[in-house]
């Protein structure tokens, strides 16, 4: 019994290499080689803070989202791009949204989320829990989908993940000021086979 069973081990580790395993695949939103246009940028300007500012723009020379913001503690300001390289999310859910960025904030860091074709959003989620690296020097985010209501099953689920319009980041509501320089938006996941 021993012997069959450290034969068929030993057939096997011969085997598997053969065997290709899905291999994860990146799908760049934003990098140096695919450029985006940003469709929407705005603050909610207020009686208590009508100078809030948010400042994105295409760095060409560095190939960066240069984002900028400033006076902007207690209200909401954001920016969307409508350059994604397709609307159907649905074969992505298995994967994470991945972000390359550095700069310094106020603060708590910034917020993603996925806005669909009828004006419906996905759940908005922090960087903080999904980063390493240290953002003044160069940091990674990498955002489950499940962390966006995006899984079916999930009763949070609000935008449709076959009719996705828009990335939307946001500076976290109480981050009065930052100035981040954005140098990759992708979706890594691993293809159904």
């Known amino acids: 019994m021993f012997k069959k069973f450290f034969l068929l081990s030993i057939l096997l580790s ?3 290499p053969i065997i290709p395993s899905a291999k994860a695949e990146d799908v760049p939103i934003f990098s140096k080689s695919r450029l985006i246009q940003i469709g929407m940028s705005k603050c909610n300007l207020t009686k208590n803070n009508p100078s809030a500012r948010s400042l994105p723009y295409i760095d060409k020379s560095e190939n960066t989202i240069h984002w900028k913001w400033e006076n902007k503690r207690g209200t909401w300001c954001g920016w969307q791009t409508y350059s994604l390289p397709k609307n159907d999310f649905s074969e992505y859910l298995n994967g994470v949204l991945v972000l390359e960025f550095q700069g310094t904030y106020d603060g708590n860091p910034p917020e993603v989320k996925f806005v669909d074709l009828e004006g419906k959003h996905t759940s908005i989620v922090n960087f903080g829990p999904f980063m390493t690296g240290d953002p003044a020097t160069g940091s990674t985010v990498k955002i489950p989908f499940e962390a966006f209501g995006l899984i079916k099953e999930s009763k949070f689920a609000m935008a449709n993940e ?32």
């Open 14 to 16: 011969f085997i598997s």
């Open 162 to 193: 076959k009719k996705i319009k828009a990335l939307q980041l946001n500076a976290e509501y109480n981050s009065d000021w930052g100035n981040i320089k954005i140098s990759y938006i992708g979706i890594r996941y691993t293809p159904n086979k």
